[in-house]
């Protein structure tokens, strides 16, 4: 397998940006609507951040390597996508970091993962993959996940596990990811067929010259 970094910084900062905005955003609307009784977030103990850091990583890692199967070639841009989605969801803890206090875990919910899709339409329009990039990462982020999640909010901030789900979450993050890597190949292919195609009429006009 061949390994790939085609344009791999203007595939990847611009959803990458997007994806902090619209976490920290999301997490500020949600601190600003909640309840008080519901800002109960806080931080794991300092100790478990590294590990959980690292196993974010690796589920990052392992996902971008998935859909690198379907793209047929190791991509950087895909891995790098993935570790950054899979890892950057956690960002939410930021104002509990800050010491505020805020609900459990605000961008882990559907209303997050369904506005990100609407935003990515629009600002990674050329880069469809992106948007099956997010769906896997987030359930790959929520499959890793243990304690708590309001995943209905803004519309009901109670919590409850996700422990149950982990099998599901887990096959529907390598479904996406296998997802992700063909429509990226596809879109490749498309492109490198135009490009052929204009090689050969660029070709042929030269030959008609002489
Ligand atoms: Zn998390």
């Not at 805020?102 to 559907?110: L, N, V």
Request: proline residues 6%.
């Amino acid at each position: 397998m061949i390994f790939s970094r085609e344009n791999w910084l203007s595939e990847t900062i611009p959803p990458i940006f997007t994806y902090i905005a619209l976490d920290l955003i999301l997490t500020a609307m949600f601190i600003a609507i909640s309840p008080a009784s519901v800002s109960i977030g806080t931080l794991r103990p300092a100790s478990t951040i590294p590990p959980k850091i690292l196993e974010l990583v690796l589920i990052g890692l392992a996902l971008g390597l998935v859909s690198s199967l379907t793209f047929r070639k190791i991509d950087l841009s895909l891995i790098t996508v993935f570790v950054a989605f899979v890892a950057l969801l956690d960002i939410d803890h930021l104002p509990a970091m800050l010491g505020y206090s805020e609900p459990i875990r605000p961008a882990h919910s559907i209303m997050f993962l369904v506005i990100l899709m609407l935003i990515l339409a629009f600002t990674a329009r050329k880069q469809p993959e992106v948007e099956l990039i997010a769906v896997a990462a987030f359930l790959g982020h929520m499959a890793g996940d243990t304690g708590e999640f309001a995943v209905f909010a803004p519309f009901s901030f109670s919590y409850s596990g996700l422990d149950p789900y982990r099998i599901p979450l887990a096959a529907g993050a390598i479904i996406f990811a296998l997802l992700a890597g063909y429509v990226k190949y596809r879109r490749y292919k498309v492109k490198s067929k135009v490009a052929q195609k204009g090689l050969i009429v660029n070709e042929t006009q030269e030959q008609g010259k002489i």
